[in-house]
């Protein structure tokens, strides 16, 4: 009887034209109110249809392992995603020791790149300096130093290639945390900082931090007036963190493939990119290949200035 009932409500529904719908987890692993966070409901708000509904769900913690711990461990249909900063393959193997559960690089596979992340070289505007040329003049001169949110942080190792480039040493203050080390970078309390656009944006057209460069290779639509570093003098400087897709390593290749053309559909469409652009996030469309060059080239760069700096996480 069970087939015969089984074909008879398949009819059904089709007779009434019902669709049955797809629900998407997709995990963030930080809180919510970040850059990754904003991506992430631009993105699934454009494919979010009768079909497919998708779940935006942060699952913050221990430097986005526990929200990727999660997605490598679930099921591999295909409906457990994770957005991740490029950090998770690049930069947290070499900081952190290894753990006999979870790598990031075995357990997930990156099946999209979205966006690339410049950061914003800022001081206070009390401060004597309006230019690259000018921080780095007075940095030769005395002991200056710089704010991050934390050892190992993006902050943290952008200003040490920055220092590197410019051939100056300025002095690691860490927080714990982006928001207090912004507290004390709006009071005066500390030099520079390298800060995510996101998080920078408003304070600088408010007036209360002034933005001497960005750090990518090209200036950004949110903040159309800075200068690159590159183009203020220091010719060898590039930097900026990147965004991804990511499954558990185990989905199926046409699986993997399938979403990440669905993704990178959403990211082609203009308005999508547009507000994009205006959270200071730039679309750059990368498919698994791509994804899996860039990974593997930002984590040659970090790993080597990890070493040189003998950079250890707290």
Do not use: C
């Amino acid at each position: 009887m069970v087939k015969p009932l089984a074909s008879a409500l398949l009819a059904l529904f089709t007779a009434f034209n019902v669709q049955a719908q797809s629900v998407t987890q997709a995990v963030v692993p930080f809180p919510a109110g970040g850059p990754l966070d904003a991506l992430v409901r631009v993105l699934t708000a454009k494919m979010n249809s009768p079909t497919d509904t998708f779940v935006v769900d942060n699952r913050a913690g221990a430097n986005g392992v526990i929200g990727a711990k999660f997605v490598a461990a679930a099921p591999v249909d295909g409906r457990t995603w994770l957005f991740a900063d490029g950090a998770l393959v690049s930069v947290n193997p070499k900081l952190y020791p290894k753990d006999a559960n979870f790598d990031a690089e075995r357990d997930l596979k990156a099946v999209a790149g979205l966006v690339l992340q410049p950061a914003i070289l800022v001081v206070n505007p009390a401060s004597p300096w309006n230019s690259v040329q000018d921080l780095v003049t007075a940095a030769k001169k005395k002991q200056l130093n710089y704010a991050s949110g934390g050892v190992g942080s993006s902050g943290h190792l952008t200003m040490e290639l920055f220092n590197n480039a410019a051939g100056i040493t300025m002095l690691h203050v860490p927080y714990k945390g982006a928001a207090p080390a912004m507290t004390d970078l709006l009071g005066g309390q500390v030099d520079a900082a390298f800060v995510s656009v996101a998080g920078a944006i408003r304070h600088v057209r408010s007036g209360k931090l002034r933005a001497l460069a960005v750090s990518g290779a090209q200036r950004i639509a949110a903040l159309p007036d800075v200068p690159t570093v590159a183009q203020s003098g220091i010719t060898n400087f590039q930097v900026q963190g990147a965004y991804f897709l990511m499954l558990s390593s185990k989905t199926t290749p046409a699986v993997m493939q399938a979403t990440g053309e669905m993704v990178l559909k959403a990211l082609a469409d203009k308005e999508v990119q547009d507000r994009l652009r205006a959270l200071g996030l730039e679309p750059t469309p990368m498919d698994m290949t791509a994804a899996a060059s860039w990974l593997a080239t930002d984590k040659a760069r970090m790993a080597k200035l990890i070493t040189e700096k003998n950079i250890k996480a707290d």
